[in-house]
């Protein structure tokens, strides 16, 4: 007796829901261990931080090559270079403009990034969306847009900052999508490769950005065993960040990836709120967040319908099977939160 067709489509809703559950409780355990680290305790050397988590993330991805997980799988020095510099330019881009404009700006700058994945995947991939599907997605950045942004000064070093943040962030998301079609490479082959090359990179040139950020040295600051424990804390957690969005990247592709993003700041602040007090709690972002939550059920619907969002080029079933993309970038491990 064959499979029952909803049982099929039920099992992949299941495994879509728990590979995005991995990434939320493992992006916001990171968010929350890092604002200890860096707002009560002082280490504000973001970029150094994220070159310990790919150090980290290194080593359980040789451990797991070892142990015969990983199989052996090419990419071309040419195009490892290519991403590193997106990625790392993504992460340096978004602190500094985290660094030189106010939080409601660099919200927006964020918001920015749905767009220019959408223009990338119109230009590049040839994908059609119906209109059902853009209004959603209006509708959910509008949503976040009322929670998250208040004050939006600009000025022009941090306008350079925030699009030369957005760019890379959304040319590093789609490029994943892109390696991994071109060179047939699984999630964690992917993240194999990328792992030692951001690590080293990060780790050679992390310690100089953050003193040219913050004007501290990373080598004479105090390491309590607090602030040690809330580190090692941090690279654990960071692991399963990384693993989980390139679990993801399979599963979703890059837009609805930073859809779903969203979906993690309004639980953010819903925790928030639930931790630290109401205080910031208003009506305006309770209304906010209100939008952003039905424009995600609308956009999940939507663009889940045929002709809600497809390609119009001829590819192979297994590739349409398995569109692969990128998520939310590493630099929301990077980030000074």
Known sequence: MGVAPGSKAERKAALDAGAWMFNVVTSVGIIMVNKALMA?????????????HFATTTLMTSVMKWLGY???SYLPLPELVKFVVFANLSIVGMNVSLMWNSVGFYQIAKL????????????????RYSRDTKLSI???LGGVAVCTVTDVSVNSQGLIAAIVAVWSTALQQHYVHHLQRKYSLGSFNLLGHIAPAQAASLLIFGPFVDFWLTNKRVDTFNYTMVV???IVLSCIIAVGTNL???????????VSFQVL??????????????????EGLNFHVAVGMTLAVIGMIW???????PGGKERQVYIPISEKIQKHSMLLSQSELGQKV
């Open 138 to 140: 209006m509708l959910v």
């Open 40 to 52: 009560t305790h002082g280490f504000s050397f973001a970029t150094t931080l994220t070159g310990l």
């Open 228 to 230: 040690t424990f809330f």
């Open 70 to 72: 990983i199989q052996p």
């Open 299 to 305: 956009y999940g619907n939507a663009s889940s319908k």
């Open 244 to 254: 989980s969005q390139f679990i993801c990247i399979g599963r979703f592709t890059a």
């Open 261 to 278: 993003g969203h979906m993690k700041t309004i639980l953010v602040l819903t925790l928030g709120f639930f931790l630290f007090g109401k």
């Open 112 to 127: 920015c990034i749905i767009p220019v994945l959408c223009f990338l995947e119109i230009l590049f991939d040839k994908v």
